[in-house]
């Protein structure tokens, strides 16, 4: 259990951006930036006692973006729209571990990232 989260600690954020550009329908998009910035931070912490990501994940993005927390919660809300919308479907599902039937929550879809990215598919 604790390797799983240990995972995500040497994790690089441009191994995070790179994923995300990789399912995302508009990479140059600065929402793929603070949704890889989401997933990073997210991976750093212990999944396993929950997180919000409005209480604890956003105030630390809004900090390095200097952007409003509403700002970047509507951010990652529209990423996911994006990824679902105009992203690569089937490499989505891949790293979801099945198949969506309809978009995942932004919560969700972080999850899906970073169970993917520290290779603790349970976290699910």
């Known amino acids: 259990l ?3 989260v240990k995972g ?3 994790m690089v954020l441009n191994d995070v951006v790179s994923l995300v550009h990789s399912i995302s329908g508009r990479p140059a998009n600065k929402r793929c930036y603070h949704l ?11 999944l396993y006692n929950g997180f919000c990501l ?3 994940i956003y105030p630390l993005i809004s900090h390095e973006t200097g952007l409003s927390t509403n700002t970047i919660s509507r951010n990652i809300a529209r990423a ?11 490499k989505l599902e891949r790293i979801a571990g099945r198949p969506l039937s309809e978009k995942p929550s932004p919560k969700e879809f ?15």
């Open 80 to 90: 996911t729209i994006d990824c679902w919308e105009y992203g690569d479907r089937k």
């Open 2 to 4: 604790n390797q799983c």
């Open 36 to 46: 890889a910035l989401v997933v990073y931070h997210c991976c750093q912490i212990l």
């Open 54 to 56: 409005e209480q604890q």
């Open 8 to 10: 995500g600690i040497d």
């Open 110 to 124: 972080v999850l899906y990232l970073c169970a993917y990215l520290t290779g603790c598919p349970d976290i699910l």
